[in-house]
């Protein structure tokens, strides 16, 4: 066997062990350390090759920027379980459920603040089904909007700063964090808006599945109304602006005055200030977020490992080069290579999770991407645009899954009349995905949507420089007319090489002459 032929056969046993069902952080180690032992037998690399695994694994385990992972999950574990989800919802709900379609725009509006500031999906696709889905199945939504919108708007986490899946990116594509967050901000304001305007559409064709709910059905009115409002919403919008802020993770603000892991320790500190706020900051709840935060983080930790395991021995049997001469070779240049890739992706995404993707595929793609001149910041935001779709994949889409289980405990609890069916849940998510397709095209066709927010790169026009060197004045004499005297007569007053603007020696050869 050549060792040209063996990068595509371990990329195939990659997709092979992603089948099976096995925790894809084990299986990639294992298939790692076998084929770096059969490598080895064959010649391809020494064994000294191996002995760097330890070393690079600890450099990558030390990276200070993976630590802002367990600060934004434990912050985010606060805030889904403060109560912040259950105000905002009831607040939107009755600020807009009765104008028609009222209840899925407030949905979309507290998935997007709430994404903001937790930027966690399973908990937030939870808080908002258990208080929302009774609502709307109360009064006459249609089954499969309701759960689509629901789903959907828990995935807008998956985008808004500040997601755990960026700073993932950031961290394998070489590009800072505050970049990565500005970048997605065009995408994820466009992704709301399409999902307004289905809803609005809905309304207008199909009022019937979307009614509004009577006015007598709200608790509040008026100015205490919007006090309610605004009072979820204004410490949530200073807790963002003083996290995302303070890390130029805001359109606007190019300077940045603390570091991610910074910045998550301070919206630590903020989510603890607003669980006391809603007066339910507890033992338990700190506890319970502590435990959330641990299993996650170790989770990513031991991805981590074995996507490095198997990336070490990918590189040095050449996978990058065969990844690069496979993909440069697509027709179409960066166009070409975006649509490829992402179609790649959408499909991946139904067997991975988003951190295995990041970990694992795309130190195989960005170089690629970088070759071909395309900003890493722009790759970067629309992979994760594309990765949103994992959650919604049926029949293995997370949010889904939570769908489900939240269904089943309402209908136990009787706070629903009737069971929801699976299919409801799955046909319900179909329109969503394809809105999220849609914002791919847009992101890959119309770029400004991800570099209108950063800071505009300063270009040097080399031709327009110009180096000008200035002249240099005969020094005055420090003393004495001997020091005068040398440097009349074209001498050096301090013995070692002649003047610069000494008479060339008459001995000088013909070319000095020339010269």
Request: glycine share 10%; with cysteine.
């Amino acid at each position: 066997m050549q060792m040209e032929n063996f990068a595509p056969m371990m990329f195939g046993g990659l997709v092979l062990i992603m089948l099976i069902g096995f925790p894809v952080a084990f299986s990639l180690a294992a298939l790692g350390m076998a084929s770096g032992l059969f490598a080895i037998q064959m010649g391809w690399f020494p064994a000294v090759f191996m002995e760097n695994l330890p070393i690079n694994i600890f450099g990558i385990l030390s990276n200070d920027l993976l630590l802002a992972i367990p600060f934004f999950t434990f912050m985010g574990a606060i805030l889904e379980k403060c109560g912040l989800a259950e105000d905002m919802l009831d607040s939107m709900g009755q600020l807009f459920g009765t104008v028609r379609g009222g209840l899925g725009y407030s949905v979309i509006i507290v998935g997007f603040i709430l994404g903001a500031i937790t930027g966690t999906v399973a908990g937030q696709v939870i808080a908002m089904a258990l208080i929302s889905l009774p609502v709307m199945i109360r009064y006459g939504y249609n089954m499969r909007y309701a759960t689509g919108v629901l789903a959907a708007s828990g995935t807008i986490t998956q985008l808004v700063p500040p997601s755990l899946v960026l700073i993932v990116m950031a961290d394998q594509l070489g590009r800072s964090v505050g970049d990565m967050y500005r970048g997605a901000w065009g995408p994820s304001i466009l992704q709301v808006l399409i999902f307004a305007g289905y809803t609005f559409l809905l309304g207008v064709f199909k009022p019937h599945h979307i009614p509004g709910i009577p006015k007598s059905a709200r608790t509040l009115s008026g100015a205490k109304l919007w006090a309610k409002c605004l009072r979820g919403i204004i410490p949530s919008a200073i807790l963002i602006f003083a996290v995302l802020g303070s890390m130029g993770g805001l359109p606007g603000i190019d300077t940045a005055i603390a570091t991610p892991t910074e910045a998550g320790a301070m919206g630590v500190v903020g989510a603890l200030v607003l669980a006391a706020m809603h007066k339910r900051l507890t033992l338990a709840l700190i506890w319970e977020a502590m435990v959330g935060t641990m299993r996650l983080t170790a989770m990513v930790v031991f991805i981590l490992i074995g996507a490095r395991v198997f990336s070490m021995v990918f590189q040095g049997v050449d996978g990058a080069k065969w990844v690069e001469h496979m993909l440069t070779g697509l027709p179409g240049g960066q166009i070409g290579f975006l649509i490829a890739v992402n179609i790649f992706i959408f499909f991946l995404a139904f067997f991975l999770d988003f951190f295995e993707i990041a970990f694992i595929i795309l130190p195989m793609l960005g170089p690629v991407a970088a070759k071909l001149g395309i900003d890493l910041v722009w790759f970067g935001v629309l992979l994760c645009v594309n990765m949103q779709t994992s959650f919604m994949h049926p029949p293995f889409g997370f949010a889904l899954f939570y769908l489900r289980g939240i269904a089943d405990t309402l209908f136990k609890e009787k706070r629903i009349d009737k069971p929801i069916k699976s299919s409801d849940i799955y046909m319900g998510a179909i329109p969503w995905v394809l809105m999220q397709v849609i914002l791919v095209a847009i992101v890959i066709f119309v770029p400004q949507t991800v570099t209108m927010f950063l800071p505009k790169e300063e270009k040097i026009d080399t031709e327009t420089i110009q180096i000008v060197v200035p002249d240099n004045e005969p020094a005055e004499a420090a003393s004495g007319d001997k020091d005068g005297d040398a440097e009349s007569k074209g001498e050096n007053p301090f013995g070692d090489a002649p003047a610069a603007d000494a008479k060339p020696d008459a001995a000088a050869p013909a070319e000095a002459e020339k010269k």
